[in-house]
């Protein structure tokens, strides 16, 4: 391209060079001819015709000039157009230089983005008409906390209208939805919750996650009705339990002193009345541990928190519970504790350790040792940091697909074995319930016959900030 380029400018100049030397001849010969006779003639033609040249060479430079310059007029015109977004604007050039074929790459290239625009904004009012059929609401927002985009449920439960670029926060006034597009936002990671007071009578779960371009979105998935079946069942299981729990233990009084009292029962009667108090047993335990699920699991369930050293948790809950494998062959025995403070409520804990030390020993009692002890994790900052508390036994362990199972209600590995062992199939739901009510999780690691590693998180108490002599004097002035 550039040798065309330079061969143009050169056959230009050529023929530049040939009209001047023709108009130079034809004035040059009079010239020469009047040349001896009159001296100031010829200076005066010669001065002439270089002028006459020039200004025809200058003539024939300007026109191609123009030319040029118009057709570069057309190129800038088009890429106004496409920057102003008129993606159908094409050139049409039709001859056959360099320009030229400038001209058709950029419409060449114009046709592609207009096909891909095309493309884009079909795909755009596809995900559009998806969003908008969803039963979720869903927000998205820029770095800036600025709504961006938002499907048709999430502008129907907005007590205003949905605006592209207004804030968030003027949106929506549930603190619990703000704290996890927040969380999003700035930590870059999903988030969850549950928001109450988005619209009246009615419970929505959060999950917000960022997106690539520092933004976030936040899908609101409604669970009134999940949450009103729930409580229900709630209800009426701690009701069932409650008028359970009375006759249950009149029949369990009552066969006991049975059993002690009266010598005239025959031997078979015996066996028939330890039957029923050991069914009756069951019975009052089954009911006494959906009545403790029931409350773990409802909105009233508190805990009085408190801080409390880790290793001191752990030696409380061995010490507590020793007098349970007093009658058995297995030990339990401390593992590698820390001393760091973590907030906890002491009884809820205790109940904790409870069902996992007693689960341990049922299931995992040929390992001959339970092992309880804590450990500081890595992860987290100062504010965030966690302590992971475990209950180990070396049984046979659990198969690998069952583990993520075990938490449930009612879940039983081995049923026959359960039932031999009396259990209920509530004792890890209980416990589950409790570690997240404390803001943790719980998890459960095993090797079919090298036993089984349950192992829970707690929050890290708060540490104290030393005080400043100068802070209660300056509190002062500022009141």
């Known amino acids: ?22 108009i130079l001849v034809l004035f040059l010969r009079p010239i020469i001819e009047h040349a001896i006779r009159d001296q100031a003639y010829a200076t005066r033609d010669v001065v002439l015709g270089a002028v ?94 600025q709504v961006i985009w938002s499907n048709a449920v999430m502008q129907r439960i907005c007590s205003s209208a949905v605006r592209e670029g207004r804030p968030l926060v003027e949106l929506l006034r549930d603190p619990d939805v703000l704290a996890c597009v927040e969380g999003a ?11 109450l007071s988005v619209t009246p009578g009615r419970i929505f779960e959060i999950n917000a996650a960022p997106t690539p371009g520092g933004g976030a979105v936040a899908v609101l998935h409604d669970v009134s009705s999940i ?30 002193t049975l059993l002690e009292g009266n010598e005239e029962v025959s031997h078979q009667a015996r066996e028939f009345l330890a039957i029923i108090l050991k069914n009756a047993t069951r019975m009052n335990r ?27 948790i752990v030696a409380d809950a061995i010490d507590s519970l020793t007098g349970m494998v007093l009658d058995s062959e297995v030990s339990l025995e401390a593992a590698e504790t820390t001393d760091a403070l973590v907030l906890v409520d002491p009884d809820a804990l205790n109940q904790v350790f409870g069902n996992l030390i007693e689960n341990a020993m049922k299931y995992g009692k040929s390992g001959k040792r ?30 690998y697909e069952h583990l993520d199972r075990i938490f449930e209600r009612f879940y039983r590995v081995d049923k026959a074995r359960s039932r031999e062992s009396g259990g209920t199939g509530l004792g890890l739901a209980i416990v589950k319930h409790i570690v997240m009510r404390h803001g943790g999780r719980i998890r459960a690691e095993s090797e079919l016959g090298a036993g089984v590693n349950f192992l829970f ?19 002062a002035i500022a009141d």
């Not at 936002?185 to 928001?195: M, P, V, Y």
């Not at 009103?228 to 008028?243: L, M, Y």
């Open 185 to 195: 936002l700035s930590q870059r990671e999903n988030f969850n919750g549950k928001a």
């Open 286 to 312: 089954l009911t006494e541990d959906l009545l403790a699920l029931a409350s773990v699991e409802s909105g009233d369930y508190k805990l009085a928190l408190q801080p409390m050293r880790a290793s001191a």
């Open 52 to 145: 006459l040249a020039l200004a025809a060479a200058t003539l024939l430079a300007a026109f191609f000039a123009r030319r040029v310059a118009q057709r570069f007029d057309r190129i800038v015109l088009f890429a106004n157009r496409i920057a102003a977004g008129d993606l159908s604007a094409r050139l049409e050039e039709d001859s056959l230089d360099e320009l030229s074929e400038v001209a058709h790459a950029l419409d060449a290239t114009a046709s592609r983005l207009e096909q891909s625009f095309h493309a884009l904004e079909a795909s755009r009012r596809e995900l559009a008409a998806l969003l908008d059929s969803m039963q979720e609401a869903v927000v998205a927002v820029n770095a800036q906390g």
């Open 457 to 475: 998180t707690l929050q890290c108490a708060p540490e104290k900030k030393p005080v400043s002599p100068l802070e209660p004097v300056a509190q």
């Open 227 to 256: 949450e009103r079946a729930e409580k229900t069942r709630r209800d009426f299981i701690a009701n069932v339990s409650h008028e359970l729990r009375t006759p249950l233990t009149s029949i369990s009084g009552y066969v006991e």
């Open 370 to 399: 339970v092992l309880v002890g804590a450990k500081m994790l890595d992860k987290g900052d100062s504010d965030h940091r966690m302590v992971e508390f475990f209950v180990r036994d070396f049984g046979p362990g659990i198969p």
């Open 1 to 22: 391209m550039t040798g065309r380029v330079f061969t143009k400018l050169l056959v230009s100049f050529v023929l530049v060079l040939l009209v001047g030397t023709a």
